[in-house]
């Protein structure tokens, strides 16, 4: 009896969500299910954080707030962003948003365009049905289901040749975008990837967006959590990059704060402006008291990041040798939580019989864009971590 917009048939279900429906099933019947599915940190939200959080509520801050965020709260991200060399970023530059997702959507919602019968693109050269966004595959779900939300066209470009190195895939991606491609997605430290471009590799990125003039998202969101003394460089601090980059970071991930829902993008000033139409009349404003929290976790929580990644550095080399000790050797992750496995058959079947032969959950590639492989996240702790690749091994998923 609905007749439903055609954006929401435009998109699936999370493919993730098949998988973890088994597992719940399963552990519903009480199997202890070892799940390396989840994107979320294990850890508990840093306790000043907490109470940060706590005493805002306390001291009354529980009304709206400026849509794009209180000074307070934008003057903390403003210097971090100096801090990364990003010093076009100014408090008018910024939306603070529920959770970085809410920050891409608004992203997308505010630069593709759907063709909606216009008939061919600008440029005349091709018949086209949206603004084109190229992803560098794999890529997370989301970035797919944003830009098909928003009526967008996609260009993929897989890196997987060469363990996700973004370098050798420069060419192809040069070959793929055009004058139509309005948007690049770039997520380094990257989900499910976990790879950090090279500063070559970024060099690279910006050459192709200046010449094909593309607007690019740095989704830093991950950019905490690196290893082996990797200091990553933000796309928007290169020559050429400075007006042409939204940098999107959230506090998910560095601050395990997945479930308060905060994070921003930074932007060219005429973005921002068009932007926060949409931002004012659908979220209002992100949640006075969490932004507050936000201050104090700008401020006074690097101990307890980097308690975080180092545990983080430490499953990565755990679980990279788990699996060699089963004669596997993955690609080896250089930031982010997440390792990808190669699996010799369909990667869908693959992970559904991780789940039914071995209880172990994790996602299959397809859903990245990239088959043949499975991503597994290593924020579970060391004993689960071995728990799980021992469970592959005896069930012959290795
Ligand atoms: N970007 C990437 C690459 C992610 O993996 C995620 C979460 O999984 C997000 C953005 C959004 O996170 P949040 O909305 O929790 O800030």
Not at 21 to 42: I, K, Q, R, T, Y
Not at 236 to 252: K, P, V, Y
Not at 332 to 348: H, I, K, N, S, T
Request: hydrophobic share 40%; with cysteine; aromatic share 8%.
């Amino acid at each position: 009896p609905f007749e439903f917009a055609d954006r929401v048939g435009r998109v699936e279900p999370s493919a993730t969500i098949a998988i973890s429906n088994l597992a719940a099933e399963l552990e519903a019947d009480g199997v202890d299910v070892v799940d390396l599915s989840v994107g979320a940190p294990d850890f508990e939200t840093p306790a000043n954080i907490k109470r940060a959080a706590k005493t805002a509520l306390d001291e009354g801050h529980t009304g709206y707030t400026s849509s794009n965020g209180i000074p307070a709260l934008k003057e903390a991200i403003v210097e971090k962003l100096h801090g990364d060399g990003l010093d076009q970023y100014g408090t008018e530059n910024l939306i603070v948003t529920p959770g970085g997702k809410q920050a891409l959507y608004e992203v997308f919602q505010t630069l593709i365009d759907g063709n909606d019968g216009q008939g061919p693109s600008a440029s005349g050269t091709s018949s086209r049905s949206g603004d084109e966004v190229a992803l560098l595959d794999p890529a997370w779900v989301s970035y797919e289901a944003m830009a098909k939300l928003a009526g967008g066209s996609l260009v993929r470009v897989d890196t997987e040749a060469h363990d996700f190195a973004l370098e050798p895939a420069l060419d192809d991606l040069r070959a793929a975008v055009s004058a139509d491609t309005e948007l690049l997605v770039v997520n380094s430290p990257g989900n499910p990837h976990g790879q950090v471009y090279t500063d070559a590799a970024l060099e690279g990125v910006r050459d192709i967006a200046v010449e094909y003039d593309i607007t690019v998202i740095s989704d830093e969101i991950y950019k905490s959590i690196v290893y082996d003394g990797r200091e990553p460089t933000s796309l928007g601090a290169l020559d050429g990059m400075r007006d042409r980059t939204i940098t999107l970071n959230g506090f998910s991930k560095a601050y395990a704060m997945t479930g308060w829902r905060l994070g921003y993008f930074a932007a060219p000033e005429s973005i921002v402006e068009q932007a926060g139409k949409l931002h004012s009349h659908s979220v209002t404003c992100a949640v006075n008291f969490v932004q507050h929290a936000g201050v104090e976790a700008l401020a006074n929580t690097d101990d307890a990041v980097e308690e975080m990644r180092a545990a983080f550095e430490d499953r990565r080399d755990m679980l990279v040798e788990a699996f060699r000790e089963y004669g596997v050797d993955p690609p080896v992750p250089q930031g982010a939580f997440y390792l990808m496995l190669p699996v010799a058959e369909d990667d869908q079947a693959w992970a559904e019989r991780a789940v039914e032969d071995a209880a172990v959950a994790t996602v299959p590639g397809s859903a990245f864009g990239t088959p043949g492989y499975v991503r597994l996240s290593y924020a579970a702790s060391r004993d689960r971590l071995q728990e799980g690749v021992d469970r592959l091994a005896e069930a012959d998923l290795i």
